[in-house]
């Protein structure tokens, strides 16, 4: 049960850091249109290491 519990909640977060991911790039996108590849880049690397502290914590 509590197993359960750790992966609704760490599916939830996922869910909550991509809409965040999401909007962000949809307000700054338009703003920062000279470097799209970079931005990217950045929200990649920001998202998986996120996950990988929330997988870590919650294994």
């Known amino acids: 049960m509590k197993k359960d519990l750790k992966i609704r909640l760490l599916i939830f977060l ?3 850091l991509s809409f965040t991911a ?3 790039i949809g307000v700054y996108y338009p703003l920062i249109v000279k470097k799209p590849v970079f931005l990217a ?3 990649g690397v920001i ?3 996120f996950f990988y502290i929330f997988l870590f914590f919650f294994n």
């Open 14 to 16: 996922a869910v909550m």
């Open 41 to 43: 880049l950045v929200f």
């Open 22 to 24: 999401t909007i962000i």
């Open 47 to 49: 998202f998986s290491f």
